[in-house]
């Protein structure tokens, strides 16, 4: 399952160089990398200032959030996910 990414890569590391696991502080389970990679995108989206985008977030200057997220913020909603539904 390797994916390519342009971003947070060692800078003398091509581009074109698959995710992999690299050591062994990662997942060994395809779920569990899965749920990394969103946490790491929902930050990286959402909670994160960009200088290109002028120090707010993408999701704020696509109209999505109306402020920064916090991390509480981020947790909240796997709480939220995780809460079992009854009815």
């Not at 590391?13 to 062994?24: K, Y």
């Not at 946490?39 to 977030?57: D, E, I, K």
């Amino acid at each position: 399952m390797p994916e390519t990414v342009p971003f947070s890569m060692p800078k003398n590391v091509p581009v074109s160089v698959p995710i992999d696991r690299r050591t062994n502080g990662h997942s060994k389970k395809v779920g569990n990398h899965a749920a990394m990679l969103a946490l790491y995108y929902t930050f990286y989206n959402f909670a994160r200032p960009h200088m290109g985008c002028g120090g707010v977030s993408p999701a704020q200057a696509a109209g999505l959030a109306s402020r920064l997220w916090k991390i509480g913020d981020i947790v909240g909603l796997l709480e939220d996910a995780e809460r079992p539904v009854y009815g």
